[in-house]
């Protein structure tokens, strides 16, 4: 199985890179996933500041690779040609995910600037999502906390989402090209 992960901050365009993928027949799951459905177990009610306070405790408790490795496990079991995992945070989640999927890991960083990301969660209005830039920044400082910038670093490729969706959507279809070739 080819594993593409995607790592980005929130609202940087990482959910275009799943609806690309579909185009190609490749499914996608979120990293968040696996946070949720543990706060879910708890009956911990699910916003920006508990999602991120309670992925925060869980690293901080069981360490920063610890979604990674719940994740691996769940997908490893998938009967999958290629697989998008969407939501990679930091070096370690990185790194455990080359070490379960050797060259078939592949890494997309997806990139845009923060009052950019905040017009579209403004836009969005998720549940999960922050009301106030306060709590924006507050919640990006939570995630760079987890290093998920660090994870650019170890990028394979880049994209910066700064213009359409439609040229996003481009840059996405031939990155999957390269990538799915192999």
Not at 19 to 48: H, L, P, T, W, Y
Not at 150 to 173: C, G, I, L, P, W
Request: charged content about 35%.
């Amino acid at each position: 199985m080819i594993v593409i992960g995607v790592a980005g901050m929130r609202a940087a365009g990482k959910s275009i890179v799943n609806e690309v993928a579909k185009e190609f027949g490749v499914n996608s799951v979120e990293m968040r996933s696996v946070v949720v459905e543990m706060m879910r177990e708890r009956g911990v009610e699910i916003n920006n500041r508990s999602l991120r306070e309670f992925a925060d405790e869980l690293r901080k408790k069981e360490g920063y690779d610890v979604v990674a490795r719940k994740m691996i496990d769940r997908i490893k079991g998938m009967d999958e040609k290629a697989l998008v995992v969407n939501g990679i945070r930091g070096y370690e989640e990185v790194k455990r995910f080359k070490e379960a999927f050797g060259d078939n890991f592949v890494l997309i960083g997806v990139f845009a600037p923060q009052k950019m990301r905040f017009e579209r969660v403004m836009k969005r209005n998720l549940p999960e999502d922050p009301k106030s830039w306060e709590e924006f920044v507050w919640a990006d400082e939570k995630e760079l906390g987890w290093g998920t910038a660090d994870s650019f670093a170890f990028s394979d490729y880049m994209v910066v989402n700064t213009e359409t969706k439609e040229r996003m959507r481009r840059q996405v279809r031939e990155i999957l090209k390269k990538i799915l070739r192999r």
